[in-house]
């Protein structure tokens, strides 16, 4: 089925107790519709709670959550989701995805990518998808589920990590992009092309690295524990960056990746 990811969301990812409850719900109060979280990031019940606390309805909130690498064989996968509904105090995801691809590929793609789908059957969730995979972990994907299937892969993706490769071969596929990491642990926020776009622009340096993705795009999912934070990034869908703006983005580009574990694939 054909689902549409907002352009924006909330990423999660580090926010624990009171502080991913209170991101959640101010976040929601302030106007973002789309929740990203994980079963590794420990705080799905936190984010449920923030969402029952923000008074928003349920239908209006996109919520994805991502399958941790211990529950990817098939006969786990769909349990661990529903543990994640439980946890989350929803009856139904909006977006499942695998976090990462099985750790010397343990379990199979296929495995994995079938038992997610049958958990789509069985209405766990409205949509799956995939983070961290490269060109060929996409192709096995689609080889198992058809591209149709696969709603996005969600990458690590900002000024100086670009993805291009991988990012053209899903667009090539009609897979969508979510970029997580979308503000580089801060790093874009003090570079100096971006701050004299965002100086010329009357926006800030976040604004405009989101509206360079979007541009392309891409969903965002930054984070934030700050209200102030919060609100600028959501403002961000309101810039509009020139083609030289975006193209002096684009120059940035210097292979540098932040989130690479020991058990990440060979990236392309």
Excluded: C
Excluded at 22 to 35: F, K, N, P, Q
Excluded at 45 to 51: A, D, F, N
Excluded at 199 to 216: D, E, H, I, N, S
Aim: proline residues 4%; aromatic residues 6%; charged residues 20%.
């Amino acid at each position: 089925m054909s689902i549409t990811i907002p352009d924006i969301g909330l990423g999660t990812f580090r926010l624990t107790g009171d502080q991913a409850i209170a991101s959640v719900r101010t976040g929601l109060e302030l106007g973002y519709r789309h929740i990203d979280t994980a079963q590794i990031y420990g705080n799905e019940s936190e984010v449920g709670t923030g969402l029952r606390q923000s008074g928003i309805a349920r239908n209006e909130v996109f919520v994805t959550t991502k399958v941790w690498t211990e529950h990817l064989a098939g006969e786990r996968l769909i349990p661990s989701l529903k543990e994640s509904l439980r946890k989350l105090g929803i009856e139904q995801l909006d977006l499942a995805l695998i976090h990462w691809p099985s750790p010397g590929a343990a379990v199979p793609v296929a495995e994995s990518m079938a038992a997610l789908l049958e958990a789509r059957e069985q209405g766990l969730t409205r949509a799956i998808g995939v983070s961290n995979f490269t060109r060929a972990l996409l192709d096995d994907a689609i080889a198992a589920v058809g591209a149709a299937n696969i709603a996005t892969n969600q990458v690590e993706l900002h000024p100086f990590l670009q993805n291009r490769a991988l990012a053209d071969h899903a667009h090539a596929a009609g897979i969508h992009i979510t970029a997580y990491m979308p503000l580089a642990y801060g790093k874009a926020l003090a570079d100096p092309v971006i701050g004299a776009i965002a100086a010329r622009l009357g926006a800030t340096p976040a604004q405009v690295t989101l509206a360079w993705l979007m541009a392309k795009g891409y969903a965002v999912i930054p984070s934030s524990t700050r209200r102030a934070n919060l609100a600028s990034n959501l403002a961000a869908s309101g810039v509009v960056l020139t083609a030289r703006d975006s193209a002096a983005i684009d120059a940035l580009e210097r292979g540098e990746r932040l989130v690479n574990p020991d058990f990440a694939p060979r990236w392309d």
